[in-house]
Nanobody, 127 residues
Framework: QVQLVESGGGLVQTGGSLRLSCAAS????????MGWFRQPPGKEREFVAA???????????DYEDSVKGRFTISKDNAKNTVSLQMSSLKADDSGIYYC?????????????????WGQGTQVTVSS
């Protein structure tokens, strides 16, 4: 199983930026999918973005008022890290952000696609 550790969360003002990182250790496969999810206060955890270790294919949530165009997911294969660059942050972006590892791509938006999760990192956007 993959061990994941997130970092980079914190407090930022509306319109600001943050960069989250996820360090992966243990068993990793070039075909694995890495995902970022978030859980806003009082709400269920939701998909944010996903990336493949091999080829770097990416996908972003496309629900209303989504992160597409403001967030960028990237990877560093040499360092076994996945990052989430967040810009133009809004108060609605606040929550706990989780990194996850899974083996499938077709179900990348589903939580059950992922079998390893990090402990989460808090992001708070103040107005």
């Amino acid at each position: 199983q993959v061990q994941l550790v997130e970092s980079g969360g914190g407090l930022v003002q509306t319109g600001g930026s943050l960069r989250l990182s996820c360090a992966a250790s243990g068993r990793t496969s070039s075909g694995d999918t890495m995902g970022w999810f978030r859980q806003p206060p009082g709400k269920e955890r939701e998909f944010v973005a996903a990336i493949r270790w091999d080829g770097g294919k990416t996908y972003y949530a496309d629900y209303e008022d989504s992160v597409k165009g403001r967030f960028t997911i990237s990877k560093d294969n040499a360092k076994n890290t996945v990052s989430l660059q967040m810009s133009s942050l809004k108060a609605d972006d606040s929550g706990i952000y989780y990194c996850a590892a899974g083996s499938g791509w077709n179900d990348r938006q589903r939580q059950n696609n992922y079998d390893s999760w990090g402990q989460g990192t808090q992001v708070t956007v103040s107005s």
